[in-house]
């Protein structure tokens, strides 16, 4: 499909010393270069144009460089603006798109493509350049092969705050580290998480439960979890590679293999949470700070193993009766009820494993309303429409609901150091070596004293100081006591925030200043060398700016098939955490530490602002700096 | 009540040059000083502790400064903690209450209060420091009362983000311009709104509604506003402020007085935002930033009806009837419709103006969710509970609502510009004069071309169309002129943040940071000088710092008599936005050209991060600057 574009090279940038006549006149030759943004906002983009600007009119000063307005729109309606160096000087280092705004629109039909085309014609462009994520780059390298006759050269530039374009070559050396605008969105999103750390620590009342940009990877999260250290980081990719060798063994024992055994479901990950929640409560730590990637719920097989279970079982439904399902079962309860008597023929009919007890478990320990999204018309394509599902309030649901049985079953209590312990009773009167091992479990060698677990109202602590001759019947229990018992007694309340929109919005770092300056210089030297249907990008980021390495990667082998809206489509492939990467295996190592459910502060890390210049703010992103040590892990 | 501290007189402090040795004595007797955190974080406060911490070591190094834990419980329960050196200067200019923590508890009853008194006198302290809002100066004031003849002093320190400790004397001497910690979280709030004007203005899709921490006054959002220049800035004072001149005409004209005519409508507000974002879209700007103080709801003055007369309905049914109000209704439904049978009951009967039309009217507009909450069943004291209340949801989905019919009415749409619609009519081969006068209402000299309205659906394009000749029954729209159409339809979409936990969580300003080390030096020398039931304060804090004057304000005759629960009750009361502030008087005044509803860019300011001892950004709050020119409003 992209003849002449697929067989590409990875291209060095290099300077030649004495270039020859022609190689000189083709470098400055007067061109006409037009420059997009596509998707949503990325810190430093306002650089790329700057970089390429300057390169440009620097080789010839009657090039010009044509800012297409609004997106891909401006491409296909040839609507642009002429950039002069009071227009770009007036948006360096600055934040946002607002140069020439950006829009959404994807070239990828034939009308648009002709529309692009006539567009590149009547401005008589030479080169066109996509500044934009995967799919724009995707984009562009179709454009490429498409405009490639045109004589129009088109150039990627590797844009998204979410860190998900990330290139190796096939040897595994690293050519595109990150894509631009990562680290200042994390630094932003960091600096206000932080924030919530210094909050939690002082009111000691909350947990901030912090949801953060990135759906399909969760790089993001891990980059603030470097960042802050807050104390639960939840990587999606960690949880989908999870696996249940208790659940494997168990089925090999009867030969068979049980492939719910893969990946970790909500029940789980909602245990995992409130295990964090209940041991940092059991040190007095009742608060906190969680962040969770917006994408999260995209990771959990179970959820996609329903998406496609309750897609069969509608459509099975559907043609084995005259009425369709949605017509036939209107209410939820009718629906589920429907889904119980499923669960029961499985029951009964070894053969029909569509809908089992397990699943219909699992089921119905999610929210209500998540049910309802689940079993709702789906559109055209069958898509669940997961982007209006707020992910923290299906997993914050989940963590309450099995928090209340925790609390329930006097399992979650807050631990009270025993010089509290002493000093209270002594106060009221009351001999706290009588009444300690009567109302605590680790009397003996507890730092924080946590109560017994069947004492979880004033009638078990009656009962239970009554059962160890601590109380008479009829007697009040001693007011220190009941303080005491007050105090050991947890609630649990959450601040929900929403990272995103301001975070992609910010002013961009020193390193995505120089980085995306230098992109824009790169996409110049691109085109002058002729190049086309690659995308710029800078090798060595993770090392000193001498040794940076301009290069040029071929977007035809990036590619590959995935289905989008039902279809399979070409796409560059997305890159998402690896588990073996130092960074996440630091933050795996660390994660324990920062839980930090132990005597004594938190272990928080304070980023403080983004600010240009300011020598104390590290120069680059922590998972990039960690990335670059190598994938083995490193030795605790 | 307060009979030895009501008599206390504003207190300078000042330098004496050569004291008696008396003086000396007193002033550098060793002394054991507590001091407590009380309420939400505020940044600065660590300062406040250092500047007791550094004058009272330097007048006599064997003070011993105690730190209350966990807030006022601290000083109930005897926790605390000796500080050091080496702890103050962990924590200099550092934002968060992490040094000591906060807590909520009131010591206002007698049980608490000799808990407190037993703590001092175990301690022998000379002085009790409290570090908080309103309510806490009120405690500290009774406090002082009730340890006075201990020999324990006690002294307040105004603490809130807010904003509304401001303190007069009686000639309207500023005396306290500001609490601290508010201009901390109101630039932290500004910086993250400005981010997401950069990215409104660069993504071009989005409406950001930006809810700000403030309950009872809207000081931070006109902070934010005069920060950032958004769009659209609610101020709760302004609305409740409002009057209807022509309702109040009309009722004259009749003999009456309107009272309905006194506050801004919930309906009426939804009219005034809704009118901005028409205008914008007008101008093809259909994004925009919106800011919402938290307790804007607290100022509609039809809420606070409406939960009288709901609440008189209720009362009157459950003494008259068998079985109470919401037993009898369970269903909103069933409700709503004995409310409208009272309406009813109104227009028959002109003596019955519990409810009438207007109110049924009213009430009826506002979402389901709310009417819900208005009627629920209230709490012992019939307090509606408005912290549970989504404010940013009620008005909002008023103005979803208004924006639908608008947009019904043809009112609503994007408008073009004649440069883009004439180029997309000739590129698609259609004359932009011929079809110019069918679309638009303005074709003859609108600078933006708008709709006619009565064009809003393929449909009555057509029609239109038919009507003027432009096409012919069964004919179709040429293409370029249904891209045209298209483009006209806005979509409003919006994105909903609050602002508020981790602004507070942010480390301080160089004006807070210096104003509270300040605060904590005056402390000390109003401790010295033997002072009780004073709250320490700097004077010209919106001038130079050498015209900065130390002083202590007694808290006695700030308090007055306001319902707490259902019962009066003595506080300080809180300080809301003046109408004839400056400060105000400068919001009101731009908000035409901060709407930016005319061609060219927006007007948004961009303050940038919190930055230490950066040359770069402003000294202190600009409503204090601002309100220091007087209350007289500035000239345009």
């Known amino acids: ?289 969680m962040v969770i990637p917006e994408g999260v719920l995209e990771f959990i097989n179970e959820i996609q193993t329903f998406i496609i279970k309750l897609n069969t079982i509608i459509a099975d439904f559907n043609e084995m009766h005259d009425r369709p399902f949605h017509l036939e079962f209107q209410r939820l309860e009718e629906k589920l009820e429907y889904l119980r008597r499923l669960a029961r023929r499985s029951r009964e009919d070894d053969s029909f494993t569509l809908w089992n007890t397990r699943d219909d478990d699992l089921f119905s320990d999610l929210p209500i309303f998540f049910q309802e999204g689940l079993l709702m018309e789906r559109d055209s394509h069958g898509n669940f429409p997961f982007s209006q599902v707020e992910t923290d309030k299906v997993i914050m649901g989940l963590v309450q609901d099995y928090l209340a049985w925790l609390r329930d079953q006097g399992k979650y209590k807050v631990g009270l150091t025993r010089d509290y312990y002493e000093k209270t009773m002594k106060k009221g009167g009351a001999d706290p070596q009588l009444y300690g091992p009567v109302l605590f479990r680790n009397y003996q060698d507890g730092e924080f004293l946590l109560m017994k677990e069947e004492i979880m109202s004033l009638k078990t602590l009656t009962q239970e100081m009554i059962r160890c001759n601590a109380l008479k019947e009829g007697e009040s229990i001693p007011s220190a006591v009941q303080a005491i018992y007050k105090k050991s007694i947890p609630s649990f309340k959450t601040q929900v925030h929403f990272y995103g929109y301001d975070g992609r919005g910010s002013d961009p770092t020193w390193f995505d200043c120089t980085y995306t300056y230098n992109l824009g210089l790169t996409v110049f030297s691109l085109i002058a060398a002729g190049a086309t249907g690659q995308m710029a990008a800078i090798r060595n980021l993770e090392r000193d700016f001498e040794t940076w390495e301009p290069i040029g990667i071929p977007i035809g082998p990036l590619m590959h098939l995935e289905e989008r809206k039902g279809k399979l489509t070409l796409v560059i492939e997305k890159s998402t955490v690896q588990l073996n990467s130092a960074s996440f295996q630091v933050v795996k190592n660390l994660r324990e530490k920062w839980l930090a459910a132990h005597p004594g502060p938190d272990e928080f890390r304070r980023p403080g602002p983004i600010s240009m210049g300011d020598p104390r703010s590290e120069d680059r992103p922590i998972t990039l700096a960690l990335n670059a040590l190598g994938s083995t892990p490193p030795e605790e």
Chains 1, 2 share one sequence.
């Open 1 to 289: 499909k992209l003849p002449d574009i697929i067989h590409n090279k990875v291209q060095a940038v290099v300077g030649v010393e004495c270039p020859s006549e022609e190689e000189a006149a083709e470098h400055g030759k007067a061109r006409a270069i037009g420059v997009v943004f596509s998707g949503g906002p990325a810190p430093g983009g306002h650089n790329v144009i700057a970089g390429i600007y300057d390169a440009a009119v620097k080789a010839n000063p009657d090039t010009k460089v044509l800012g297409f307005l609004m997106g891909p729109d401006g491409v296909i309606e040839n609507e642009y603006t002429v950039l002069t160096k009071e227009i770009v000087d007036n948006y360096r280092n600055l934040g946002g798109f607002g140069m020439i705004k950006t829009g959404r629109t994807k070239i990828d039909s034939v009308k648009k493509v002709s529309s692009a085309r006539q567009t590149c014609k009547d401005l008589g462009l030479d080169a066109l350049v996509i500044i934009g994520g995967d799919d724009s780059n995707t984009n562009a390298a179709f454009l490429a092969q498409e405009l490639k006759d045109d004589g129009v050269q088109v150039i990627g530039v590797p844009k998204t705050i979410d860190g998900d374009i990330q290139v190796r070559d096939k040897s595994g050396n690293v050519l595109c580290a990150m894509s631009f605008g990562f680290h200042t969105a994390a630094r932003a999103f960091a600096t206000e998480i932080s924030n919530l750390c210094t909050d939690a620590s002082s009111d000691v009342k909350y947990w901030h439960i912090c949801k953060v940009m990135g759906r399909v990877a969760s790089h993001l999260a891990l980059e603030v979890a470097l960042q802050t250290h807050a104390n639960l980081t939840l990587i999606g990719e960690e949880l989908s590679e999870y696996v249940d060798y208790e659940r494997i063994q168990k089925a090999e024992a009867t030969g068979q293999t049980d492939y719910t055994a893969y990946g970790m479901t909500l029940r789980h990950l909602s245990r995992v949470i409130c295990n964090g929640i209940v041991r940092r409560a059991a040190v007095g730590k009742n608060y906190g700070v």
